[in-house]
């Protein structure tokens, strides 16, 4: 039963949001990224490392659709690549933050009292400080580098997904399914996971959504300033960074880069509106 259930929300939700053509416009770019990306090896016509030198900082052309970096490299297959490392750092970015602030929120909302008390100042502190000045500060300890910089971004997150999941538990906890729960002696492990969880963290699906565009653009910011990925590794900030000091002389060095970025996230950005009208229990038929 409660996998059809399940079965019949994912339903409702997909159905709601095919009503929504911004939504679906932008669930459509964001997969045809996804396969791009990840058929990269197939589709890029060039390794993302080769370089010619006898090609240059060339524009576009038939032979480099989007022209050549300053080492000969063919910006377009780097591109490709750099999905890979700019898309995936911000999911797990979101992952690792959602888990995190999820584990944390559920134990506040849960407890609340002093319990709660704690941790919410606790959280407070993190929020307190920029969030790019807190990347910066856990980047240059932790040191750049693929994983750190996940690890940089997550902490940025957690706050956000704890108080998001507390806000939605202080209101379930009262519930009459949650008082059966706990007459029939329930773990306060298995009310929380299997009873108040669920019925709370639809609002986090959609944090998680437009959290993932937000991750890549901190993502990037990092590599620019040099503490995200390093060279050569094809990350899209990275490609900015290296382009540009010569962003008047080749313009497209910068411009595809920047573009992926942008497309990325306004798909990203349209499909968590939509996903957020599709949650709303208001919209519910």
């Not at 080492?71 to 690792?96: P, Q, W």
């Not at 507390?166 to 298995?190: G, H, L, P």
Request: net charge positive; aromatic share 8%.
């Amino acid at each position: 039963m409660d996998k059809v259930k399940k079965q019949s929300e994912f339903v409702r939700v997909m159905k709601q949001m095919s009503k929504n053509k911004l939504a679906m416009f932008g669930l459509i770019i964001l997969l045809a990224e996804l396969v791009l990306v990840l058929l990269a090896p197939v589709i890029a016509p060039y390794e993302y490392s080769y370089m010619d030198a006898m090609a240059m900082q060339q524009g576009p052309s038939a032979a480099h659709w989007f022209g050549t970096d300053e080492l000969g490299r063919d910006i377009f297959s780097r591109v490709l690549y750099g999905g890979r490392y700019s898309i995936t750092m911000g999911l797990f970015a979101v992952l690792i933050s959602q888990t995190m602030g999820i584990a944390l929120g559920a134990v506040a909302g849960y407890f609340g009292g002093q319990v709660d008390n704690v941790m919410m100042r606790a959280l407070d502190i993190v929020q307190s400080l920029p969030a790019m000045l807190l990347s910066i500060v856990l980047s240059t300890v932790l040191g750049p580098g693929y994983m750190n910089t996940i690890l940089a971004l997550s902490v940025n997150g957690m706050p956000g997904a704890a108080r998001m999941l507390r806000a939605q538990m202080m209101k379930v906890r009262d519930c009459e399914y949650i008082e059966a729960a706990q007459s029939i002696n329930c773990s306060k492990f298995r009310i929380i996971v299997n009873h108040m969880i669920p019925n709370s963290f639809s609002p986090n699906i959609v944090q998680a959504t437009m959290g993932v565009a937000h991750m890549i653009t901190m993502a990037a910011s990092l590599s620019f300033i040099g503490l995200g990925v390093q060279p050569p590794t094809p990350e899209w900030g990275a490609m900015l960074s290296g382009s540009r000091q010569f962003i008047r002389q080749c313009p497209h060095m910068v411009i595809f880069p920047g573009l992926a970025i942008a497309i990325t996230i306004l798909a990203l950005n349209l499909m968590g509106d939509g996903l957020r009208d599709a949650l709303d229990p208001k919209l519910k038929r």
